[in-house]
């Protein structure tokens, strides 16, 4: 499944655009890595526990959007997004969206 964050594939036509198309990927944090980030957070640097936390959650949120798509018949995504927010104290919820689309073979 080809992906692009522009409206268009360079050298590919769009031939039909398919609609809307997301997945996302809500995490809660844990113990062990509050503790790690805690720590982190007094002596400074990256919190690599979030940041591969969030990286998880961008995996799976692309994958849920990319199975929506296959759903319709797309052969790709364009206009690909995506959006970080706090359901509730302690999580992070990750929203990947495009539209999918079939291009010219």
Not at 18 to 31: D, H, T
Not at 34 to 58: F, H, P, Q, T, W
Not at 83 to 92: K, W
Request: proline fraction near 0%; hydrophobic fraction near 45%.
């Amino acid at each position: 499944m080809l992906m692009s964050t522009t409206d268009v594939i360079i050298g590919k036509d769009i031939d039909e655009t398919l609609g809307l198309v997301k997945g996302n990927s809500v995490q809660s944090r844990n113990l062990g890595r509050d503790m790690m980030a805690g720590l982190r957070n007094i002596v400074g640097g990256e919190v690599k526990e979030y940041a591969e936390m969030l990286a998880r959650s961008r995996e799976i949120a692309s994958a849920a959007m990319v199975e929506e798509a296959k759903r319709l018949g797309a052969n790709a995504i364009v206009g690909v997004r995506f959006s970080t927010s706090s359901v509730m104290d302690g999580t992070s919820e990750v929203l990947a969206y495009g539209t999918a689309v079939k291009l010219k073979s």
